[in-house]
């Protein structure tokens, strides 16, 4: 089985200073580990994705997340946020326990920005 | 390219009435996935296509709901005798390949509200 928690529903930073979403997952596998962000009235983008590879992994837009086993954590961060990363993002689970790699989406995160 | 494609984009249906969602998966995704999003939560698998054969359909929420897929191409989710709770956004997802770790490219979505 597997699950994601995401430990904020709402953050809110001003512009220019870092970016944290918390996320802790549960997998029973070795797992793939995402983050999707939502824009309002837009569809969902990948940001980033962990797959086995190197746990510090880099994604669009300046985020990255680390992968930590030991702590079953992959906390997304920024050092600098923009107005523009005002959105919704989710932490995304997929713990091939299933053939074909089925989705677990935490509740989401609503991150806004202030000038 | 083009990418995953939802029809319409919008629906708003009497209770007790029948719908019909269609989704357009990139050309080539071999797996198809539906998701629901109710206000304010995350995503919530439903059921995930190969190829026109599905073989885990275990989130589809009542045998109110069914979905269909011809091939590789287009799939049809079917919500009969709408209820109020039935009220959310239907995202589409479409992959080129099945197993943990590949990303899945979703549509822009459908938001249904039945009243």
């Known amino acids: 089985a597997q699950s994601v928690t995401q430990l904020d529903s709402h953050v809110s930073v001003s512009e220019g200073t870092p970016v944290l979403l918390r996320c802790n997952y549960s997998?029973?596998?070795?797992?793939?580990l995402f983050w999707y962000v939502q824009h309002p009235n837009k569809g969902l983008q990948l940001l980033l994705k962990?797959?086995?590879?190197?746990?510090l992994v880099k994604g669009i837009n300046g985020f990255e997340a680390e992968f930590k086993k030991s702590e079953t954590s992959f906390h997304l961060t920024k050092p600098s946020a923009h107005m523009s990363d005002a959105a919704e993002y989710f932490c995304?689970?997929?713990?091939?326990?299933?053939?074909?790699?089925?989705?677990?989406f935490g509740q989401g995160t609503i991150l806004t920005v202030h000038p | 390219g083009a990418g995953v494609s939802q029809s319409p984009s919008n629906k708003v249906t009497e209770k007790g009435k029948d719908v019909e969602l269609r989704c357009d998966p990139i050309?080539?995704?071999?797996?198809l996935y539906w998701y629901r999003q109710r206000l304010g939560q995350g995503l919530e698998f439903l059921i995930y296509?190969?190829?026109?054969?599905?073989?885990?359909k275990s989130g589809l929420p009542s045998d109110r709901f069914s979905a269909e897929r011809t091939g590789e191409s287009v799939s049809t989710l079917t919500i009969q005798r709408t209820q109020q709770e039935d009220s959310a956004v239907y995202l589409c997802?479409?992959?080129?390949?099945?197993?943990?770790?590949?990303?899945?490219?979703f549509g822009p979505g459908t938001r249904l509200t039945v009243t």
């Open positions: 997802a479409s992959s080129p390949w099945t197993g943990s770790g590949y990303e899945q490219y």
């Open positions: 997998s029973s596998y070795s797992p793939s």
């Open positions: 962990y797959t086995s590879a190197a746990t």
């Open positions: 995304v689970v997929s713990d091939g326990g299933t053939s074909y790699g089925k989705l677990t």
């Open positions: 050309s080539g995704h071999t797996a």
């Open positions: 296509f190969q190829g026109n054969s599905a073989p885990d």
